[in-house]
Structure formats: structure tokens, C-alpha cells
């Protein structure tokens, strides 16, 4: 896990770019996941050295690797046991896997979680369904998840 500051920069570019994309359709929080997700992408491109890309499929390429880059809000540092996941419906996605990311932006402070691979994804998580039980919460799409803990470091560019 690599803890990185959110600069001024990356908040007003994320700001600029989600008010250009405003909601989605299949947006489960009417856009306002936007701003947290570009921060997320900003911080695994500054991170890597990769390549961001506008795509629906994927956010980042890293040499030959399309990333698709998943960023949770947070208000605390997270932890190993925490869940990372893919929407099953975004598994359609052209991505050879997933870099997972957290944010604070009260706090400024990001997290590059790691990395996986989407056949991984498939063999080493597990599916939940929709409305099934998340600890004190439930799921509110049916995803694949898996743990901080079970995740391979983040591929760099060369």
C-alpha cells in the first residue's frame, strides 16, 4: 500500500474533469463519486508513470497493461482486511485488471492499494450479491471483491 498527499493540482483537474463527464447512467451516486474516482486515477498515473487515457473500459495504460482504476472515498487510513471491488457488470470491460485506490479529500490524503489482474480477480475473490450483509453495511450491487491484503504490487512503467 503507498500512501500519497493529493496536491491542489489534482483536485482542480479532477474537478474540471468531472464537470465535463457529469453523471453517467450507470452511475450508482449521480456523479458525486466523480470527483474522489479522477483523484484516483491522478495519483496511479503520477505513481506509475502511466498513461491516462479517456476510455469507457479502462483509465490508464501502463506500457502494454489497460488499468481500470476503482477509488473508494474514505475518512481513514484503510486497512488489509478492507474489500476492493468491480460492479459485475463492469467485468464486460476491454481492462487486463484493476488498480484500487482510497481517498480523503477533506484530509487530502490517497492510498494506492494494489493491483490485480481480472482472471485473479475472478479466481482468488469471491462474488457478492446485491443486498447481502458487508459487516455492518450490505452490498449494494452484485460484485467481486477481494481483500487489500490479497493484492500483487502496482505495475510501473518502464
Same mark, same amino acid.
Given at each position: 500500500?503507498? *500512501?500519497?498527499? %493529493? $496536491? *491542489? %493540482?489534482? %483536485?482542480?483537474?479532477?474537478?474540471?474533469?468531472? =464537470?465535463?463527464? #457529469?453523471?453517467l447512467a $450507470?452511475? +450508482? &451516486? @449521480? #456523479?458525486?463519486? @466523480?470527483?474522489a474516482g479522477f483523484v484516483g486515477e491522478a495519483l496511479t498515473e503520477r505513481h506509475t508513470s502511466g +498513461?491516462?487515457?479517456?476510455?469507457?473500459?479502462?483509465?490508464?495504460e501502463i506500457g502494454d497493461l489497460k488499468i481500470d482504476v476503482k477509488t473508494k472515498s474514505c475518512s481513514s487510513a484503510p486497512k488489509g482486511?478492507?474489500?476492493?471491488?468491480?460492479?459485475?457488470?463492469?467485468?464486460? @470491460? *476491454?481492462c487486463d485488471g484493476y488498480v484500487f485506490a482510497r481517498v480523503n479529500? &477533506?484530509? +487530502? =490524503? #490517497?492510498?494506492?492499494?494494489?493491483? %490485480? &489482474?481480472?482472471? =485473479?480477480?475472478? *479466481?482468488?475473490g469471491f462474488f457478492a450479491k446485491k443486498g447481502s450483509p458487508d459487516g455492518n453495511f450490505s452490498f449494494t450491487e452484485d460484485c467481486w471483491?477481494?481483500?487489500?491484503? =490479497?493484492?500483487?504490487?502496482?505495475?510501473?512503467s518502464e
Amino acid at each position: 500500500m503507498i *500512501e500519497l498527499k %493529493i $496536491s *491542489e %493540482i489534482d %483536485i482542480i483537474v479532477a474537478q474540471q474533469r468531472s =464537470d465535463l463527464m #457529469g453523471a453517467l447512467a $450507470s452511475s +450508482r &451516486t @449521480n #456523479g458525486k463519486g @466523480n470527483l474522489a474516482g479522477f483523484v484516483g486515477e491522478a495519483l496511479t498515473e503520477r505513481h506509475t508513470s502511466g +498513461r491516462l487515457v479517456e476510455s469507457f473500459d479502462y483509465d490508464i495504460e501502463i506500457g502494454d497493461l489497460k488499468i481500470d482504476v476503482k477509488t473508494k472515498s474514505c475518512s481513514s487510513a484503510p486497512k488489509g482486511h478492507y474489500l476492493c471491488s468491480v460492479m459485475n457488470y463492469q467485468l464486460k @470491460n *476491454e481492462c487486463d485488471g484493476y488498480v484500487f485506490a482510497r481517498v480523503n479529500l &477533506t484530509a +487530502r =490524503d #490517497g492510498w494506492l492499494l494494489g493491483y %490485480i &489482474t481480472k482472471a =485473479d480477480l475472478l *479466481e482468488k475473490g469471491f462474488f457478492a450479491k446485491k443486498g447481502s450483509p458487508d459487516g455492518n453495511f450490505s452490498f449494494t450491487e452484485d460484485c467481486w471483491n477481494v481483500q487489500i491484503s =490479497d493484492l500483487d504490487d502496482i505495475p510501473l512503467s518502464e
